[in-house]
């Protein structure tokens, strides 16, 4: 936490099968533009997806090449997905 520097991170090598606390992981990461996660990561922990840095205040997952709230990406439950703050290929 408190990583404000941090511009993007992949966590897909993670080892999540015993996290039961994500809060606060993300706090004052408001850079970070892009997080990749295997199948396993907790996206239903409080705290485990990042507040989106893009405009529309959702991220982009590559996997379904769409626009997605925090809540859809918690909805859909976890999948191996990489997550931008912009669509790839756009100008911003």
């Not at 606060?24 to 485990?48: H, Q, T």
């Not at 090449?65 to 911003?92: F, H, L, Q």
Request: proline share 5%.
């Amino acid at each position: 936490r408190y990583c404000s520097s941090l511009t993007e991170i992949d966590l897909s090598g993670f080892d999540t099968s015993k996290v039961t606390n994500a809060k606060d992981i993300f706090v004052g990461c408001n850079n970070l533009k892009k997080w990749i996660v295997n199948a396993s990561w907790p996206v239903e922990l409080e705290g485990a997806i990042p507040a989106p840095t893009a405009e529309n205040e959702m991220w982009w997952s590559t996997r379904d090449g769409r626009w997605m709230s925090t809540r859809e990406i918690r909805d859909r439950g976890p999948v191996a997905d990489t997550y931008t703050s912009a669509e790839p290929g756009s100008s911003t």
